[in-house]
Nanobody, 115 residues
Framework: QVQLVESGGGLVQPGGSLRLSCVAS????SLWYMRWYRQAPGKERE???????????SYGDFVKGRFTISRDSAKNWVYLQMNSLNPEDTGVYYC?????????WGQGTQVTVSS
């Protein structure tokens, strides 16, 4: 089992930045993929970014170069640096990791972009 705890969400003005963090604990011997998802009110959960164990990354089309995912594999952290935020980025952001046994989810952290 893997436990995930997210942090770093909050209220930010349009054009602002936030850095989300997620730490994994438990059976973290081999975390293949670490991902960030988000879910806006009334919408389905969508993939924001993913980083593989080798460091390759991929982003949702809506990111458009504004976000950067990174990881500290030695300490089992994954980060999401979000810049140029707009109100459409509002939602609950979830950390997700995958290993040989399956996928695990954090509880989520709220991001609100509003003036």
């Amino acid at each position: 089992q893997v436990q995930l705890v997210e942090s770093g969400g909050g209220l930010v003005q349009p054009g602002g930045s936030l850095r989300l963090s997620c730490v994994a604990s438990g059976s973290t011997f081999s975390l293949w993929y670490m991902r960030w998802y988000r879910q806006a009110p009334g919408k389905e959960r969508e993939l924001v970014a993913v980083i593989a164990s080798g460091g390759s990354t991929s982003y949702g089309d809506f990111v458009k170069g504004r976000f950067t995912i990174s990881r500290d594999s030695a300490k089992n952290w994954v980060y999401l640096q979000m810049n140029s935020l707009n109100p459409e980025d509002t939602g609950v952001y979830y950390c997700n990791v995958e290993d040989y046994a399956g996928q695990y989810w954090g509880q989520g952290t709220q991001v609100t972009v509003s003036s």
